[in-house]
């Protein structure tokens, strides 16, 4: 079965900065990062595929990074975080073939004053 392992969050105070990292046990076409605050929606942050191609959220695009480590692994540099930026932040990765999509078990950001 596939697995992705996310690390890099953490608490941080506003304005610091932190890297997400997702490294999948297989090879995706489209991988990027999610993330589900208290009492809301998961929603998107950021995707990037092989082929170049790049989705930001317009509420990070000028904060946040995406970047891929070749087809198996996925990276989100989050600079000058916010207090809104608090959530749990879940890796997706996408294999467009076989239109398979899979989740990682999400890992914590927390800002703070």
């Known amino acids: 079965q596939v697995q992705l392992v996310e690390s890099g969050g953490g608490l941080v105070q506003t304005g610091e900065s932190l890297n997400l990292s997702c490294v999948a046990s297989g090879v995706f076409d489209i991988m990027g990062w999610y993330r589900q605050a208290p009492g809301s929606q998961r929603e998107l942050v950021a995707t990037?595929?092989?082929?170049?191609?790049t989705n930001l959220a317009e509420s990070v695009k000028e904060r946040f990074t995406i970047s891929r480590g070749g087809d198996k692994s996925v990276y989100l540099q989050m600079n000058n975080l916010r207090i809104e930026d608090t959530a749990v932040y879940f890796c997706?990765?996408?294999?467009?073939?076989?239109?398979?999509?899979?989740w990682g078990q999400g890992t914590q950001v927390t800002v703070t004053s």
């Open positions: 990037k595929s092989v082929y170049g191609t």
């Open positions: 997706k990765a996408h294999q467009i073939m076989s239109s398979n999509v899979y």
